[in-house]
């Protein structure tokens, strides 16, 4: 699992990146309609009766300079309200507790999670990243994959998760990783197909979720491809980024979108 850097996300708490514009191009939805979408519900979500707050965690490789901030800024996008708490780690889950936030979000070295405290569930990283990049991928795709050939690219944690999304949208799914028994795991648990020759992969599918920490060349892609790519570091060659309809990246802000709203949804659906 990739670590994110202070650099990677250095443009995230003043939206430099305005994924917003970007999604809305390339997908037809704004970072909150999204990840509204991701989670299962529908129309304008009035968030801000959610009080969020994001605990630094200092184990393991330590606080990631910008990260809390930077989870906060996403959070507030979609209409929560939200604090960074002054405490750390244990100390810092408890304020919040104390301090009565609905919702608690930190990330150590391998998980990310946003805790509902009202209703004691979790919604992880992985699987919100998972889900906000298959839906923009759907999205970009025209709205529906059913009977489309979709390749996941990495058989890890967000990869895994992917594929089983994906084939639950209908898509007909293909998956292939550098250690290709990695693939072909998911290939008979899953019932999706593994691919060995990665390249040859790349080269016949259009629509691509990228759940690998790894760039390719251009010359390999198909012209028009969809590239959805969660993946750090994220980096096009020039004939990439010509042949791409639609590259879908940035590096936090898809993924905590879809945890948040996902685990205000615990509560909402309820009270539906
Ligand atoms: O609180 C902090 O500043 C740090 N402990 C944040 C650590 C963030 N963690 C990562 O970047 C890991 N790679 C895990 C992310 C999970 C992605 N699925």
């Not at 809305?24 to 519900?41: D, F, N, P």
């Not at 605990?55 to 309200?81: N, Y």
């Not at 795709?141 to 944690?157: H, P, R, T, Y």
């Amino acid at each position: 699992m990739t670590r994110l850097t202070p650099e990677m996300i250095k443009g995230v708490p003043d939206d430099r990146m305005d994924l917003d514009s970007k999604l809305v191009r390339m997908c037809g939805t704004t970072v909150k309609e999204m990840a509204i979408q991701a989670a299962g519900l529908s129309g304008d979500v009035d968030f801000s009766g959610f009080d969020v707050a994001v605990v630094p965690i200092t184990s393991g490789l330590g606080v990631i300079g910008g990260f809390a901030k930077s989870v906060d800024a996403i959070v507030r996008r979609l209409g929560m309200s939200s604090h960074v708490t002054e405490g750390t780690d244990v100390q810092g889950f408890s304020e919040a507790i104390r301090d009565g936030a609905d919702m608690i979000m930190m990330a150590d070295d391998t998980m990310f999670i946003a805790y509902n405290v009202r209703e004691g569930k979790q919604t992880n990283n992985s699987w919100g990243t998972a889900m906000g990049y298959s839906v923009c991928l759907k999205n970009a795709a025209g709205g529906d994959l059913s009977g489309k050939d979709v390749l996941v690219i990495g058989a890890g944690f967000v990869g895994t998760e992917a594929v089983q999304i994906l084939k639950g949208m209908g898509a007909d799914v293909s998956v292939t990783d550098i250690v290709y028994e990695k693939a072909e795991r998911l290939e008979s648990k899953y019932g999706v197909k593994a691919l060995k020759d990665v390249e040859a992969a790349i080269s016949s599918h259009r629509y691509i979720l990228n759940a690998a920490p790894a760039s390719f060349p251009g010359k390999i892609m198909a012209e028009g491809s969809v590239i959805s790519t969660p993946g750090v570091p994220h980096s096009f060659d020039d004939e990439g980024i010509r042949k791409a309809k639609a590259i879908i990246h940035d590096p936090l802000e898809i993924g905590t979108a879809v945890m948040a709203v996902n685990s205000a949804a615990f509560t909402l659906k309820k009270n539906l």
